[in-house]
């Protein structure tokens, strides 16, 4: 049994129909085996596709932050716009200064999860969309909803910097320096992660994190090749945006034409290959 164990997981199911095209091409090729789904967008309507894949676990993408709600917008008039579209950027504004109603946020969020379940899915594990729920007004909300619903797993936060380069330690610390707001951010989500355990919320043991400082980047193919070699031991995360853009994309992501890049590389049967010649083993969120 292998000791290196990754979870590849594809975000942004449901999120727009050119992302769900992309994600069923990386499954059909077996090196991505989770999948997280965005359900209030129309795209959400092929989730059942997913169930042909028996071996890949499916989770909710929880989502405050992007795109129309689920809830009827007069419940919720703090998270969302006169269009019944959340807010965007001011939603972090809102929900640093404790203006968005607990209640409201539990009620979305129980919205999404049940939207999710009536098309038969068995949600495994949840995170967020742009990571939002590491504001902890959210997090509280997510972790109640997460366990009304029974889904006992989630995506850690505990940050495992990888760079491709020699002296990994001193290039991880460097990366830190430079970004001193992305260290506060790995040190308060470690804090969240320790919450989370003792709520009984079941987890990998460490998030992959691409270093910026040597240019990591999860659509370059050395990444993935390098990733494999050097992967400590252990359970390890790491979530991916394969798709192909399209118009939904473009109005509402700014990580857009890079999604594509990756996509060419999470489709390559050849990666698969890599992965058990380094000695890792392909899992699912079900594995943990």
């Keep these: 049994m292998s000791r290196k164990k990754l979870i590849i997981n594809a975000d942004g199911f449901g999120f727009t129909f050119g992302n769900n095209r992309g994600i069923l091409e990386c499954l059909e090729a077996g090196v991505v085996k989770s999948v997280s789904v965005n359900a209030n967008f129309p795209a ?31 419940d919720i008039p703090d998270l969302v716009d006169e269009k019944g579209e959340f807010l965007g950027t001011e939603f972090d504004r809102k929900a640093l200064r404790g203006q968005i109603p607990h209640e409201q946020m539990v009620r979305e969020l129980t919205a999404q999860v049940e939207k999710l379940t009536e098309y038969g899915i068995e949600i495994t594990h949840w995170d967020s969309h742009q990571n939002k729920h590491l504001y902890r007004p959210f997090f509280k909300a997510a972790i109640e909803v997460a366990k009304k619903f029974n889904i006992q797993r989630m995506r850690t936060h505990d940050h495992h910097i990888f760079s491709m380069g020699r002296c990994r330690k001193i290039r991880a610390t460097i990366h830190l320096l430079v970004h001193p707001r992305r260290a506060f951010i790995y040190a308060a989500s470690k804090y969240l992660m320790r919450k989370a355990r003792r709520a009984g919320m079941r987890m990998a043991d460490r998030l992959i ?21 050097k992967l400590p031991e252990g359970v390890s995360e790491i979530y991916a945006h394969p798709g192909y853009p399209d118009e939904t994309l473009r109005n509402y992501s700014r990580y857009v034409d890079e999604r594509l890049e990756e996509l060419k590389i999470l489709r390559d049967p050849a990666l698969r290959q890599k992965a058990l010649q380094a000695g890792v083993e392909l899992i699912s969120f079900r594995e943990i």
Excluded at 49 to 70: D, E, Y
Excluded at 212 to 221: I, M, N, P, T
């Design 44 to 74: 959400v309507e092929e989730v059942t596709k997913l169930k042909n894949f028996l071996n890949v676990s499916v989770g909710i993408h929880l989502n405050l932050s992007v795109g129309p709600c689920v809830s009827e917008p007069k």
């Design 209 to 229: 994190t691409p270093g910026l400082v040597d240019s990591a980047r999860k659509y370059q193919y050395e990444f993935w090749e390098q990733l494999f070699w």
